[in-house]
Antibody
């Protein structure tokens, strides 16, 4: 069974950094692209970032480009999102999602339960 | 900036058929955008219904189907049930590892 468990969320001041993690199990992590998707409570889904199976292809939403960095560690079966220069508008529930294949052109398929990030002074 | 468009709301009668669409602010949606569809109820993580235009995700009943209709991607629900009342989101691939979600459609079954 595919399991994705996000962690690392919390309350952080504007301008500070936070690193989200996603522990993956139940599938061959190295074979699949991964995504981060966020959602402000009560609002819609926003794609944040994605990474191909080998990390060779990464993409970012314009809203986070230059501030967020996605990465993956095959030895730990984990996905990460390094978030720098955080802003109030980054406040959201952050979901980790497994893609349908290894390519960056494959969409999110299986979802974790999310970790909440609150940016506030 | 590319915007993905969805109907803000839609209603369907129980047992009826409804088609939700997913378009682009400029241009037409084709299979090259790998449109995918998700269902979400309050407090829950999204559930994948359809990916790559028309492939049903594991466990999704066949009354959910995806297609390209004209210049948009479409999600059709046949035989609507009360528990289909949810928010529905589409996502499109814009190339260069970039994806964009639509604003979502709130479906009411009444």
């Amino acid at each position: 069974e595919v399991q994705l468990v996000e962690s690392g969320g919390g309350l952080v001041q504007p301008g500070r950094s936070l690193r989200l993690s996603c522990a993956a199990s139940g599938f061959t992590f190295d074979d699949y692209a991964m995504h981060w998707v966020r959602q402000v409570p009560g609002k819609g889904l926003e794609w944040v970032s994605g990474i191909s199976w080998n990390g060779g292809s990464v993409g970012y939403a314009d809203s986070v480009k230059g501030r967020f960095t996605i990465s993956r560690d095959s030895a730990k079966n984990s996905l990460y999102l390094q978030m720098n220069s955080l802003r109030a508008e980054d406040t959201a529930l952050y979901y980790c999602a497994k893609a349908t294949s290894g390519y960056s052109s494959s969409s999110p398929n299986y979802w974790g339960q999310g970790t909440l990030v609150t940016v506030s002074s | 900036q590319t915007v993905v468009t969805q109907e803000p709301s839609f209603s369907v009668s129980p047992g009826g058929t409804v088609t939700l669409t997913c378009g682009l602010s400029s241009g037409s949606v084709s299979t090259s955008y790998y449109p995918s569809w998700y269902q979400q109820t309050p407090g829950q993580a999204p559930r994948t219904l359809i990916y790559s235009t028309n492939t049903r995700s594991s466990g999704v009943p066949d009354r959910f189907s995806g297609s390209i209709l004209g210049n948009k991607a479409a999600l059709t629900i046949t035989g609507a049930q009360a528990d289909d009342e949810s928010d529905y989101y589409c996502v499109l691939y814009l190339g260069r590892a970039i994806w964009v979600f639509g604003g979502g459609t709130k479906l009411t079954v009444l």
